[in-house]
């Protein structure tokens, strides 16, 4: 396993998190499977996915392959993923997380995620859109009544840990003022054009550890955004870094964070 693997994260409830994740969002199919066999070769045991990202069921078949044929325990695995925008509320939180273990293949997540704060209307299919292409949302989410349905999911065994994604430090403060389990994770866009530290500042004063997603840049986002977005990796800033100190613009990116 690769030594970056082996560094931990511990949540306050006790359980630990391997530091660098492998992602598979805007990954279809056949390229999730190659890409997912060869991170796990490559040491990757942190998985993270996400029912929006419509590749659960191929990443459950590769898991389970590895499983059976012993080549990893499940133990060994840390694998997350989260609660949709069309599921956000307290009543659906064990229904779409069955959903996703069924995908997976798995008894149960290592840590179930809160993807957004907003609500959709639940349908099957794609979200519904207006006249003018933007997704529906609800009027309300009840962070509130929502977190306990995640904490119930918790005490059920079928996620270990439980935290948010996308929230902001109001959202995150009112969950911490009325929970009984605390989040013990948010996963939020950072990098160094995001840096969003006095939200990373306040989730560790809060004892929530924070999980970067697309930290080397998300240049695949630019057909969502119709407009272009700066290029990490090619930034003349962290090359001229990366070159003085003989590393990749990748790592310098990651050591930032």
């Keep these: 396993m ?7 994260l511990t949540f306050e409830n006790g359980h630990k998190m391997p530091a660098l994740g492998f992602g598979t969002w805007r990954a279809p199919d056949e390229e999730v499977e190659k890409a997912l066999n060869q991170a796990l070769e490559a040491g990757y045991r942190h998985i993270d996915c996400a029912p929006v990202y419509l590749n ?3 990443i459950g078949r590769v898991l389970r392959q590895w499983i059976d ?12 993923t989260k609660l ?3 599921g956000t509320r307290a009543a659906t939180v064990e229904k779409f997380l069955k959903r996703s273990l069924t995908d997976l293949q798995l008894d149960y997540v290592d840590l179930y995620l809160v993807h957004v704060p907003f609500t959709v209307p639940e349908v099957d299919g794609p979200f519904l859109t207006d006249d003018n292409g933007e997704i529906v949302l609800e009027t309300t989410t009840d962070h509130v009544s929502l977190w306990k349905g995640m904490e119930a ?11 948010l994604s996308n929230f902001n430090q109001r959202q995150i403060q009112r969950v911490l003022d009325n929970c009984r389990i605390k989040p013990a994770n948010l996963q939020i866009e950072n990098h160094i054009y995001l840096q969003q530290t006095g939200l990373v500042k306040f989730c560790k004063a809060n004892g929530i550890t924070v999980t970067a997603y697309s930290p080397l840049g998300s240049k695949g986002i630019e057909k969502l955004l119709n407009r272009e977005v700066p290029d990490l990796l090619d930034n003349p800033v962290v090359k001229e870094i ?6 990749t613009p990748a790592q310098i990116l990651l050591r930032h964070l």
Excluded at 242 to 247: L, N, V, Y
């Design 2 to 8: 690769a030594a970056a693997c082996k560094i931990d």
């Design 56 to 58: 659960e069921p191929t």
């Design 69 to 80: 044929s012993g080549r990893v325990t499940r133990e060994e695995l840390f694998i997350v």
């Design 84 to 86: 949709p925008p069309h």
């Design 153 to 163: 999911i918790a005490d059920a065994g079928l996620a270990r840990s439980i935290g």
């Design 242 to 247: 990366a070159q003085r100190q003989d590393r």
